[in-house]
């Protein structure tokens, strides 16, 4: 089963803007405490081997929250974590098709979407969605 998402106050949490990674621990805790009801984790910049040493910090704020933690980009990452889905962009590394093979149904999968062409075709993936 999914787990269950409300996407309120749906944060956008990129390390670089924050200022580093105590500075993304800290502005995640106050977004939590402030009512944020999903997290993405948005660290293009940063290699891989950071972004799962990173994701690694901030579940454990997120999961004492009830809050759902989205990667970007990264299943890899995300696979290995047990975060709750993943932020796909279109024309990406992995078509969300694929993604949803990969990770199976109990995943999120989030993707962005710029125009209403591409909101359409992405109804087509989850047809099912509550």
């Known amino acids: 089963m999914r787990p269950p998402f409300n996407l309120r106050l749906y944060l956008i949490l990129d390390p670089r803007r924050c200022g580093g ?18 997290v993405q984790l948005h660290a293009r910049e940063m290699a891989k081997r950071e972004v799962y040493t990173l994701t690694s910090d901030l579940l454990p704020l997120t999961k004492a929250h009830k809050v759902p933690l989205m990667l970007n ?14 932020h796909l962009e279109q024309g990406g590394d992995m078509a969300p098709e694929v993604a949803r093979r990969v990770l199976g149904e109990e995943l999120l999968i989030g993707l962005t979407v710029c125009n209403a062409s591409e909101a359409e075709t992405a109804n087509c993936y989850w047809p099912t969605l509550e």
């Open 21 to 38: 990674r105590e500075k993304t621990l800290t502005t995640l805790q106050s977004a939590l405490s402030g009512g944020a009801t999903m």
């Open 73 to 86: 980009l990264h299943i890899d990452v995300a696979m290995a974590c047990g975060v709750e889905g993943v």
